[in-house]
């Protein structure tokens, strides 16, 4: 009789314990995680931190990568308001991007502002990095 009387409690006892873990259950209502895409590989290379800015000369070529499934139709790139145009070279997990400085923003400080969706959501990233645009006389 004890022995009948001890199985019946730990029957009881485990189905307490595991009822929970079948309630934690959820396939009806998964949400999933919103990740934006990730820039980064500046090219030239973000100011370090108490460091110079980093200086390029005018008109010349800049770069950056696009992590995390970006959606290579919506990345865009900006420098105060102007929108740059962009040599995209997608990749299947990330994107290469490139692009010529304005001349008009020769000997100025700029920053160079990134924008990206990703492929699947509406996950949206922004980003970007300050540089030094010496002067066309200084480059030459």
Known sequence: MKIIKGF???IVLGAMFFT???WAYNAGNVTEKCVGP???DFIPAEQIKGGPVPEVEAESIIGFSVHRKSDPTT????IKDVKLKLEIDHRNIYTIVKTKLPAKFSGKYVRVNLYAKAQKGECKSKDGWLIKV???AEAE
Do not use: L, M
């Not at 990345?75 to 900006?78: G, M, P, S, V, Y």
């Open 8 to 10: 019946k409690t730990a």
């Open 20 to 22: 929970g873990s079948a």
């Open 134 to 136: 010496k002067k066309k």
């Open 38 to 40: 990730i820039f980064r």
């Open 75 to 78: 990345i865009r790139a900006e």
